[in-house]
Structure formats: C-alpha cells, structure tokens
C-alpha cells in the first residue's frame, strides 16, 4: 500500500506593514509556496470614520476632510465634494472659478498618476523610475504651492468656487513645465512601459473582461483599460469639460489580453499626455472675472438626497449626500474607486503567483485611505 | 428616459406596485424591502433599461427606520436611476443582491459593518472595517463610543490625563 | 620563507603555517574593504542615477560611509528569534561568507604571480566552492522561524543551482581556447589587445561571454534577478530575520560577490592583467589594468540593477533551462568546430577576432548615440523661477 506524499498549504500574512500593498492593507493568503489559492483582503486598518465626522461638522467646515479622503489627488476630492453640494444648492460658479479648477485638476492628475505609475514600477522592481517621476511631481507641487501655499492636501477648493487667485505669470510658469515635461516623461517610458521584462510581468496577468468590469463597478482608469469607453467628463460632463477636446483612452489588448495589468497600466500613460493637453487649453482660453459665487454664510440646502459622480484620478468619486435641511449633513457616503477595485482581488487571485499578486494591487492603483475612509 | 417612464416599464412588466418618491432634486423609485430582487432583476435584465452597474449602496438612520438606497447605472443608455426602500431598525433584513451585481458583496458588507442592515442570501456577510470584535454599529445616530477596546483605555479621565498640560 | 626558517628557526611546517594566515589576512582584508567599496559606489551611482545626491555626509564624497555602516551594525542588539534554530541561525552567515570569500584564493588579484593559491584545477575549485552558497542560503531561509524566508530561501536555493549549469558551460569555452583548467594558464592565453581576449575570440566565445555574465548575475541574487530578496514581496528574503553583525555578514558577502563577478569576468573573458610587451612584468601596472577592467564591470552591474525591473520566478527558471543553457551548449559546440577549423587555416582566428571586436564596437556606438539623445531631452529647462 503506498502512501501519498502530503502537501500542506501554508497561510502567510501579506500583512499591515508592507513595502508594496499601498498603504495599510493586509492579505491573508493560502499558498503552497509560489501559487495562491485563496486571498481575503482585510481593509479597515485606516478606517477614520469621515464619514460620522461628517454629521458633525458644517457642509463648509467638511472640504479639509475631504483632502484626507485621497492624499494623493486632493485637489479632485475636494472638487468632487464641492461639486456635489452645489448642485444640491443650484449654486453657479464663475467662469473664471471653472477653469482655475480644471487647471488645479488637471495638474493634480498628473502628479497622481506619476505617483501611480511609479509606485507600479517599483513593485516590480525598478526603482529608478519611479525616482524620477517624483522629481517631475515635485515641479507640480511648486505650481500647485504657488497658487495655494501646500503641497499635498489643498484645500483650494470651496462651495461656489475656489479660495485664491493664480498669480501673475502663472501661464507662463505652466507653459514652460508642460514644454519639458511632455518630453522627459517620454524618455521615462522608454526606461519601463516599453522594456520587455516589464511587458512580461504586466501583460496577461489579471484579465479583467468588459463584463467582469461593470459587474464589478469598476471605475476610472481600470474600468477603461477593459476596453469600456466611460468617462464621466465626457458622457455627464460638468464644469467646462464640454468645451475642451480631449480623447479617452482605453485598453487596447496591445500586447496580452484585454483587460490586464499592462491595459490598465497604459491608459493611465495616456492619461497624463490627455491631461497635458487640456492644460494647454485651459491656459489659453482662460477668462477674467471672480473666483466665488453667491453662496450664503450658513449653507442649508433642502430636504432630500443626491447622488452626484465626478472622474478623479482613481475612478469616479460618487458622493451620495441626503440633507435633512439643517447646518450638517445627515448622511455622507463616499464611493471610492479604490474600494471597487479592492473588491475583485479575492476573484482574480486564484492560481497566481505572489509576484503576480503585487503586480495587480500595483496596477489597480488602490491607495489605503480611499478604500477605508 | 426620465424617472417615470421608468416605473411604468417596472409596472408594466414585474407587477409590483412603486411609487415615484419626489424631493427637490430628483425623484428616486419607491419600493417594499420584499419587492428588492424582482424590481432589480427586472432593471437589469431588461433591453431598454439594461442597468448593468450598482455605483452605490447605502443606508441613511432616519428616526426609527433604515432607508436604503441603490444607485444605478447604465452605460449603454447613459442612464441613472436611485431606487429608495426602508427598513425599520427592529429588525433591518431585507434581500441581497449579490446574485446580481458582484459590487454589492463589499458594499453591502460596509452597510451591515456600519448600520447593523442583514442582508439575507449574502455568502459572507461579516465586518469589513471594523474589527471582527467590535460591538455596536457605528453610523447610528444613537451609537455611543466605547469606553475603551481591549486594552486600549479612552474613557473621560483617561483623556483628559493624558492632555493635563 | 626563509626568513622565518632561518632567523627564527622555526620549522618548514610551521613557516608554511604563518605565511598562510599572512596571505589569508591580507586576502581577506582586500575582500572586506573592496566590499564595502561596492556598496558605497552602488549607493552613489544609484543616486546620481537617479537625480540625487547619494551618499555625501560621511567623508569626503561619503567614502566612509561603509565603515558608518559596519560600526551601526556591530552596536545592534543581538537578537535571535523566538523559535529559530538557534546552532542553525548562528553559523549561516559565515558559511554564506566563505563561500564567497573562498574563491578569491584562486582569482588573479594582479598578474599571475598575484593568484594566491594557483591550483591547475582553479576554474573547477572556483565553480563548485560558490555552491555552499546555496546551502547557506536554505540554512537561512529555514532557520528564521519565519514563512516569507523560507519562500525566499527556497526560491534562492533553485535560482542559484539552476543558473550553475549554465555558468559552469560557458565557461568550457575560454577553457577549450586556453587548453587547461588553471587561472594562470588563462591568463597567460589572452593577449593585452581587445582582440585578443577571450570575449572576442569569435562569436561562440562572445556568446559564453554573455552567458557567464548573466549567470553571475543570477548567482550573486542581483537585478533583474533579486526576486528571492525583492524588498516589495518578501521584505529582503532571508535575510529578514537577521540583524546587526549577522547582517553585516550577509551584506559583506553579497557585495564581495559583485567585487568577485567583476573580478572572475576579467580574468576569464577580458583579458586581465595583460599588459603591452614593454611594460610586462610590472607588479603596480598589472594591479592597475586589472582593477580598472574589474571596476568597469562592476559598475555594469550596478547600472544594471537600477535601471531593469525584476523577472517573476517562473520567467527566471525559463530563461536558464530553455535560454541560457541552449545558448551555452550551442557556444561550445560552435568553439570547438572553431577550433578544428582554424587548426587546418591558422589564418582564420586573427580575422574572427577582429571582426567581433568591430562588430562590439558598432554597436557601443549606436548605444551612447542613444545616451546623447537622451541626455539632450532632459535638458530642457523648466523655468519655474
């Protein structure tokens, strides 16, 4: 009678301090060695509970929070905050006010997928690009203090409109970092998303289908690298978004299958050249006139619920505000598309490898604060 | 496609009685707890509406009752549609429609960690941000915080000595 | 020798004895401060690399910056983990050390009077002594009481016997041009013009070149091979558990690696200390040329380590059995029809030479063409001030 070898799989914790999960997040992994068979993700080690803060603090007094919703793109948390209360409200920002924002989110898009792109680089390995991407960012944060006075979470935005004025000269300042940085990021890609070590870790690794997608409610950059052609600039425009020409990038299968890592990690380069040039727009065709719209000291808008979605780096950001007519809030959600994103790892790390693994939570660009609040 | 033709297609063809819930924003779909997996079957399954995403979920504590509320999504019509239901705070069960849209699973367990709201037929319904021990549902207007957590002492004096100048 | 003998009248036994250890401190010495070298000039190339200063605090242009490290080190706390294999846990270091550390006996430090040991069987010692490594390894890997290293031990352990046999066939190559197993035999075959070193003999050579080089890379655990310590995955692999003296140990050890890649691919492939026919025989300037053809293979590896992202492990073990192992063989094969050949037409090894000299030369030129237009992109000036 023989007797069968027996292998044990070992459970191992991706644990809360980790160099590559972004942020805290931990994993509990079943594994024999190499490959997963089974992977829960365990959220909530930043859990702040903004959302209860928010019952307790004026619609006003709540954009701060919002900068510490997503650190790292602050500029369009705030936007997707204020966004929603004015149309709760019927509030009419200026003109002027509007491209401000586009152009303050613009940049700040930039710099999150700078962020997002090198952190993905350095998962796998080479360190160097993502070095040099902050130094680009680093140039963004210099704009983005000259017309605010921080360099990462902003507060620049306000209901009705934005806090400051951009100073004088600051087309010219953006003009000359756009000429230069448009091509010394190219000959950052050249270093990785065109290297074949990278194309091999990056392509046909965590497919992700059209369909799978939207069940998933992916959003942003990952819903677009499975090929859906959504944006909510473009198909419920707010703002200016309307009068600027920008196109949409979306995962093309270039090398792998629809819908993996490199889909997802491609769009995202494309996304910062679309970015340049609505920049570029913007500061040409920007108005004169105010900064702030009429809003009352003690904003109180009616009784009732909105739900309202705005594109940020991450995906879109839906706030879902019911307002029982008194000075705060009654009831705050925010849906965040790192949390979406988190959703699918248990269904997609299924017979992968580890190195696999940190190549997808690299891909979807999930930042911890967004995924617990 | 505004709010009322779409409840005349869910009349039309689940017979299930909605009502349009007006406010000054927009109207959102009224619906009993017990109605939630018909309705939503139908919104998205059908070729008009085919609303293939669930952008949100969650509850609001209004006085003694939950009110629930689904955001929907369709892409291929550029729809969006809220539909609204209530539960009371007794006994918060209403039907799961994680069969439907696999994004419901995590935001149905955040409103369960949150809100305390069961959500019958879930496969794995346990907390997600809170820890597994934690008692009490925080988001309700009525949760006190606790005095403290394991070894972790935050009651009153405990505050206030550690901040005596 | 006979000083020892003579004036202090010991015995030959003895003498021998003391000269040893002499020799053994010395080498030693030599491998510990060229260690510490590597990993400050990594340190300051990775950062000028990368736009930044690296190390400048500890003198001049951050110099000492090893000896800061190594005295940070000694201070630790001694610390062995709750469950470890506490015999297991204490030796490994220095068996991972001496594997390193006991190839240097038979590498040229200068010319062929400069080998310590010249043993003529020195490529067989060279190649099976860097095998303890692997055990040291597992060793490590098993001995932390800890399940990320010994997923990093394991994979190491593979990654390095698979990448052995490559190794060990290319170099068949140079030994099938030199005609005998020792390094000074080796030496001697190649000349002081470029083609005339081993690397450049013909293509098959060029190719072993090639193939020896990744596979040193692969051994020593370096980019793009370092998956066993990838910082993002395993938190450095085996050596997680390990602080203070016990990581200085393993640190020296992988650092000396690089000194001893650079060293061996020298001496094997590039022509060591050769020097002109005038200048032969100068102790100083073979030191010089070797040390200088050392360095700039040193500094190729530590380029390559920050610019490329790292292979998953199954891409590593493709790349040895199916790549670099057909690559080997198809060298020798190739270098020993060579030889038949250019046996009958004597005329045909100068021209073959010169040829893949020229072809290397191109095609260096086409890449730092490539440096210009890169370094020209970069320069346009922002102009936020």
């Known amino acids: 009678m023989t007797s069968e070898l027996k292998t044990e ?42 959302e209860k803060i928010a019952e307790s603090v004026t619609w006003q007094g709540f954009v701060p929070f919002t900068d510490r919703v997503d650190y790292v793109a602050s500029m369009n948390a705030n936007w997707a905050y204020c966004l929603a209360v004015e149309k709760m409200l019927g509030t009419e920002v200026p003109e002027r006010a509007e491209y401000i924002r586009v152009i303050a989110g613009e940049l700040n898009r930039i710099s999150s997928h700078l962020v997002a792109i090198g952190a993905a680089d350095m998962d796998m390995g080479a360190i160097t690009p993502f070095v040099q991407f902050l130094r680009e960012r680093e140039y963004i944060n210099d704009l983005l203090e000259m017309i605010c006075g921080a360099r990462l979470t902003y507060n620049y935005y306000s209901i009705g409109g934005v806090n400051y004025d951009i100073p004088e000269g600051y087309s010219k300042k953006v003009t000359g970092f756009l000429d230069h940085f448009e091509v010394a990021v190219e000959q950052m890609h050249r270093l990785v998303t065109y290297n074949q070590i990278f194309i091999n870790r990056f392509a046909n690794v965590g497919a992700v289908s059209p369909e799978m997608a939207m069940d998933y409610n992916f959003v942003g950059p990952n819903l677009r690298g499975s090929g859906v052609k959504y944006d909510v600039r473009r198909n419920k425009p707010y703002s200016i978004y309307d009068k600027l020409d920008f196109e949409i990038p979306i995962g093309t299968a270039s090398v792998g299958t629809l819908g993996d890592c490199y889909d997802r990690y491609f769009v995202r380069v494309e996304e910062i050249r679309e970015s340049v040039k609505i920049l570029r727009q913007c500061l040409q065709q920007i108005p004169a006139g105010e900064i702030q719209g009429k809003v009352k000291n003690a904003i109180k808008p009616p009784v009732g619920h909105k739900y309202v979605r705005t594109e940020t780096p991450r995906g879109d950001t839906g706030y879902f505000i019911y307002s029982d007519g008194k000075t705060s809030p009654s009831r705050l959600k925010i849906r965040t598309g790192s949390f979406t994103g988190m959703s699918i790892i248990p269904e997609l790390a299924r017979n992968i490898f ?20 | ?6 409840i005349d297609l869910i009349q039309k063809n689940t017979q299930v009685a909605v009502k349009a819930s007006e406010n000054c924003y927009d109207t959102s779909i009224l619906i009993e707890p017990k109605d939630v997996l018909p309705v939503m079957t139908f919104l998205k399954s059908s070729r008009d509406l085919s609303f293939k995403v669930l952008s949100s979920h969650t509850a609001v504590h209004d006085g003694n009752e939950f009110k629930l509320f689904w955001n929907l999504l369709s892409y291929e019509h550029n729809l969006e549609t809220t539909i609204e239901s209530s539960v009371p705070v007794s006994s918060p069960k209403v039907q799961s429609v994680c069969e439907l849209w696999k ?17 019958i037929g879930h496969p794995d319904l346990r907390r997600i941000m809170l820890p597994e021990d934690w008692e009490g549902f925080p988001l309700r207007k009525d949760y006190q915080s606790p005095e403290g957590y394991q070894d972790i002492d935050n009651s009153r004096s405990e505050i206030d000595k550690r901040f005596k100048p | 020798m006979n000083l020892l003998t003579d004036t202090l009248g010991m015995t030959e036994l003895w003498a021998n004895v003391v000269i040893m250890l002499i020799v053994c401190t010395i080498v030693f010495a030599v491998f510990a401060l060229m260690s510490g070298i590597t990993s400050w000039a990594e340190r300051r190339i990775a950062g000028r690399m990368q736009s930044r200063y690296g190390c400048n605090r500890v003198g001049p242009f951050g110099i000492l910056q090893f000896v800061a490290d190594a005295v940070k080190l000694i201070l630790k706390e001694d610390l062995i983990p709750d469950g470890a294999d506490r015999f ?52 490590a890997g098993w001995s932390s009481n800890n399940k990320w290293s010994l997923l990093g031990g394991m994979r190491s352990a593979a990654q390095i016997v698979s990448y052995e046999i490559p190794v060990a066939m290319a170099l068949l190559t140079p030994i099938l041009i030199a005609g005998s197993l020792s390094m000074g035999d080796l030496l001697d075959s190649q000349g002081w013009l470029p083609w005339e070193w081993a690397a450049f003999q013909t293509p098959f050579s060029a190719l072993a070149f090639f193939v020896f080089f990744i596979g040193s890379l692969a051994e020593g655990n370096r980019t793009p091979f370092d998956l066993p310590e990838a910082e993002s995955e395993l938190v450095s692999g085996f050596n997680t558990e390990y602080s203070g003296f016990r990581f200085a140990v393993f640190f020296m050890a992988e650092y000396g690696n690089v000194f001893l890649i650079g060293l061996s691919t020298t001496a094997l492939f590039l022509g060591g200390p050769n020097l002109p026919g005038f200048l032969q025989g100068n102790p100083f300037l073979s030191v010089a040329v070797m040390m200088l053809k050392t360095f700039f293979v040193m500094f190729v590896v530590i380029w390559l380590r920050w610019t490329l992202p790292r292979f998953r ?5 493709d790349l040895s059995w199916k790549y670099l192992l057909p690559c080997a063989l198809i060298a020798f094969f190739g270098q020993s029809v060579f030889m038949l050949v250019a046996h009958e037409i004597p005329a045909i090894t100068p021209i073959t030479a010169i040829v893949v000299f020229i072809v290397f030369l191109l095609t260096m030129v086409k890449f730092f063409g490539r440096i210009r237009t890169n370094y020209k992109e970069q320069s346009i000036p922002v102009g936020l001030n």
Not at chain 1, 354 to 362: E, F, H, R, S, Y
């Open chain 3, 88 to 139: 297991l846990y204490k030796i490994t270091p220095y068996l991972c050390l001496m594997g390193v550390l006991a190839t240097l006996v038979v590498l040229p430090l200068g010319s062929r009077a400069m080998i310590v040991a010249d043993l003529n069987v020195g490529v067989l010692y060279f190649i099976s002594i860097t095998s303890i490594v692997v055990i040291g390894i597992l060793m």
């Open chain 3, 313 to 317: 492990i199954d891409q590593l073990m």
């Open chain 2, 103 to 119: 994004a419901a699973d995590w935001l149905e367990r955040e409103s369960y960690d949150l809100f305390g709201v069961e959500y």
């Open chain 1, 354 to 373: 580890i190195a696999d693994l940190v190549a997808i939570i690299g891909s979807l660009d999930i930042v911890a604060p967004e995924l617990d609040r």
């Open chain 1, 9 to 50: 799989h070992i459970t191992i914790n991706m644990g809360p301090q980790h160099p590559s999960t972004h942020g805290v997040i931990r994993f509990v992994i079943k594994t024999d060695g190499e490959i997963i068979h089974e992977c829960d993700p365990d959220v909530g080690y930043l859990h702040r509970g903004i």
């Open chain 2, 1 to 6: 496609m505004n709010t009322t033709e779409i």
